[in-house]
């Protein structure tokens, strides 16, 4: 008799119903009443089999009613299935518009099998802003080009064609688990012996992204590497410079245009989300302004949003600014009024990111920190407000189009600033921020944020000399960033930093390479920040820097001679992050197990390290979200059985510690609240380990990665409710999925990569793919599955 599970699936059919009442895509969709009717319903037919359960369980008109009713509710939550992986495929789809013609125009010419160019070059050109990016983008992801070519790398170029940073870049992306930081450490010669490697005998397409360099002879040195691979190779420039097209030696052109009326009033509708009918007539007239330029319909579609009064919009139509649009010195007074009618809030934190080179990948933790440390932030004092505002910020930045190219990894994202809005923060921030070298002079009495950097084709290994000019007198700097990779910050530079930057929040030194820190650090009281990621010369650091009562992070990650922590760790009462390399072999609780601020710990490289937190007490790490732990290669034990007392954790990231056990007695399942669990290079691991589950009702990502000697994933991995992305890579001995992985519905990415039997059983029409089917976005071997 159906009559027993019965109350269960309507129950559960009510949860899920209940999650769609509260869900804005219903109302979206024009679907809400339907759905409260049809939990009217269904609470009504719950009554009636609680009502029959009392009954004769062997009546069978009552039995059959039962049956028929199973197969309905069935069809229901099959139907709310469908429904709800509908709205994830809709929620995953970035809809780019107006440009599907553009992409298969190149997209046809790549797949070309009669071309006699090797490898065969595509110049994409056009005025900034037009889209270029977002083109060779559309292209680059193409289910067709996914297909056709083995390997794809994507190189931002940008205005400095500098041969080195370029082969690193692509061997970096070529080769993704190396320690990208030994690519650095390599001379030309042998960063070009590894690039013919890896492209030897590859079909590959390489995009290389707003190169400006005209230098033919640079240029051939670049193109002389890419022989190697097979016929069809392909490489895609994108240039505003029309002498360029001619240096690459392309042999298709596609000259970007502006988009067509209707595309443009699209493309402001997506941004300002709803338009009202009076302002329909305005928006059409500043359409025919824009010259179809995306950047600037994106924009203005953002100040939309934020802003409909009509005689608002009135006033800017007849401004001169919206002259008919006719090449690239027109765009930024136009993206120059979208900024000007941002919050203060917002321009601050724009012109921050001016510190920046252009195309620079913003990492939204990183960003968190540079705008708390810098003040920038207006919220009280509590940690988690402030970083909700900062991802506030974030989010409406990259809503009006000053940030660009999201990608949401759930905890963090990562976005660049369009290099045309990076000139515009240039101009607005020059009172604020600056830029600086070592040969700037002087620098403003109002600038508050600098960043100072050695041009990338000069860079050197030993200290430089000089102490520029402008750090030599006494400032009112709060934030000073050095931009440089190993190229020398000396002893002297950093004294004159203490000596005359009193009011520094943030000091960010991160490349450096002096030896000894001055034991002055201390002076900077007001210091937030601080960063020595990358200084592998220094080994000890004073014991005075445990002065630092405002100290929030501190990030000592990378510092390969650090022999240990100064011994007053304690004392940094404030300190929310903390990332370190150092010689240590235990981690003392007196020391970080004190620290009742700390948010985030990352432990990298600690080789000789080898226990955490003897002793640890349940008070210990109360307001740990984030705990990462990497290539610590003999670190043996970590206090599982304590996870359960860290409250806060939401993130735990593990990777090649190949002698840890993650195993405990008894293999009990307790209570974690983890949203995020990594683990990677484990090679004798044979299953996960058990306390995983305890997770089950917050996990949303899940990253297995090289452990070859696991077979089977868990039964209870379908039993992960809110689980929404599921990576698994080189793990050569898992054959394929448990059963139960339908009910995952919130499940919305699925990658495999390098898993050769379970990605074949994974395809379509193969033997694990009604497993799966459901699944919104599904990537094997790199490749997006179609269906």
Not at 88 to 114: F, S
Not at 131 to 157: P, Q
Request: hydrophobic fraction near 40%; charged fraction near 25%.
């Amino acid at each position: 008799m159906a009559g027993s599970i019965l109350p269960h699936i309507a129950e559960k059919l009510l949860d899920k119903l209940a999650s769609f009442v509260v869900d804005e895509v219903s109302s979206a969709w024009g679907v809400k009443e339907e759905i409260l009717k049809l939990q009217k319903t269904l609470v009504a037919i719950s009554a009636v089999i609680a009502d029959a359960e009392q009954r004769e369980p062997h009546e069978h008109r009552l039995c059959a009613w039962l049956d028929d009713l199973r197969d309905v509710l069935d069809e229901l939550e099959n139907a709310l299935d469908e429904f709800q992986c509908e709205v994830l495929r809709k929620q995953i789809i970035k809809r780019v518009i107006g440009r599907d013609i553009d992409r298969d125009a190149i997209v046809e010419r790549l797949l070309c099998p009669g071309m006699a160019q090797n490898p065969f070059v595509v110049s994409i050109i056009g005025i900034g802003g037009l889209g270029k990016t977002t083109l060779a983008k559309l292209v680059y992801n193409d289910s067709r080009v996914e297909v056709h070519f083995e390997k794809r790398i994507w190189v931002c170029v940008s205005e400095d064609f500098n041969l080195k940073n370029i082969l690193q870049k692509i061997v970096s992306h070529m080769s993704p688990t190396a320690d990208q930081s030994n690519n650095h450490d390599l001379d030309v010669e042998l960063l070009q012996a590894n690039l013919r490697g890896l492209l030897k005998d590859k079909k590959f397409l390489l995009v290389l992204d707003d190169v400006w360099n005209e230098n033919r002879r640079q240029w051939n040195e670049l193109a002389d590497l890419l022989y190697g691979g097979t016929k069809g190779s392909s490489l895609i420039v994108t240039t505003r410079n029309s002498n360029v097209v001619s240096t690459v030696r392309a042999s298709y052109e596609h000259k970007l245009e502006g988009l067509s009326r209707d595309d443009c009033i699209a493309l402001i509708e997506k941004h300002a989300k709803v338009i009202d009918p009076e302002l329909l007539e305005i928006v059409s007239q500043i359409v025919g302004k824009c010259g179809g330029v995306p950047l600037v319909l994106s924009a203005l579609g953002g100040m939309l949003h934020s802003n409909t009064d009509v005689r608002h919009w009135r006033s800017i139509l007849a401004k001169d600014i919206l002259s008919t649009l006719q090449n690239e010195d027109d765009i930024i007074p136009i993206i120059r009024l979208s900024y000007d009618h941002l919050p203060p809030h917002l321009k601050r934190c724009c012109a921050f990111c001016s510190l920046f080179p252009k195309d620079h990948s913003f990492w939204s933790v990183t960003m968190r920190s540079f705008w708390k440390s810098a003040g920038l932030i207006d919220t009280p004092s509590d940690t988690d407000s402030q970083d909700e505002e900062c991802n506030h910020y974030m989010r409406e930045l990259l809503a009006r189009s000053f940030f660009q190219d999201l990608e949401d990894y759930g905890v963090d994202f990562h976005f660049r600033m369009h290099d045309i809005v990076h000139d515009l923060a240039l101009l607005v921030a020059q009172n604020e921020c600056s830029i600086a070298n070592f040969d700037t002079p002087s620098i403003q009495q109002t600038v508050r944020h600098t960043s100072f950097f050695v041009n990338s084709s000069n860079r050197q290994v030993e200290p430089l000399p000089a102490v520029p000019p402008f750090l030599r007198k006494p400032n009112r700097l709060h934030t000073l960033i050095f931009q440089f990779y190993k190229a020398g910050i000396s002893k002297e530079l950093v004294n004159a930093c203490i000596s005359n930057c009193k009011y520094l929040r943030l000091l960010d030194l991160k490349g450096s390479n002096f030896e000894v820190m001055p034991r002055s650090i201390d002076t900077l009281k007001h210091l937030r920040f601080l960063s020595l990621y990358g200084n592998e010369r220094i080994r000890r650091l004073p014991n005075s820097i445990c002065d630092l009562q405002s100290l929030q992070i501190l990030w000592l990650e990378r510092c390969d001679s650090l022999e240990e922590l100064p011994r007053d760790m304690w004392k940094l009462i404030n300190l929310e992050q903390l990332s370190i390399t150092t010689r240590q072999k235990s981690l003392k609780s007196n020391g970080i197990g004190c620290l009742k601020s700390l948010r985030y710990l990352w432990i990298n490289r600690c080789n000789n390290l080898e226990s955490l937190f003897e002793g640890m007490d349940t008070e210990s790490f109360t307001a740990l979200q984030g705990l990462y732990i990497f290539c610590c290669s003999s670190l043996t034990s970590i206090p599982v059985n304590r996870l359960n007392s860290l409250n806060s954790l939401e993130v735990l990231s593990i990777s090649y510690c190949e002698k840890l056990s993650l195993s405990m007695d008894g293999e009990a399942v307790f209570s974690l609240t983890l949203r995020e669990f990594r683990f990677s290079g484990f090679p004798l691991m044979l299953a996960l380990p058990e306390w995983v589950h305890g997770s089950a009702n917050t996990l949303q990502s899940l990253r297995i990665h090289d452990c070859q000697q696991l077979e089977d994933l868990p039964d209870w991995l379908p039993k992960l409710s809110h689980l929404k992305r599921l990576e698994i890579s080189e793990c050569y001995n898992i054959s394929s999925l448990p059963d139960g992985m339908k009910s995952l519905a919130a499940l919305q990415h699925l990658e495999i990569d390098a898993c050769d039997e379970l990605g074949g059983r994974c395809q379509p029409n193969r033997p694990d793919w009604h497993k799966i089917a459901h699944i919104p976005e599904i990537k094997i071997n790199g490749k997006k599955i179609n269906y």
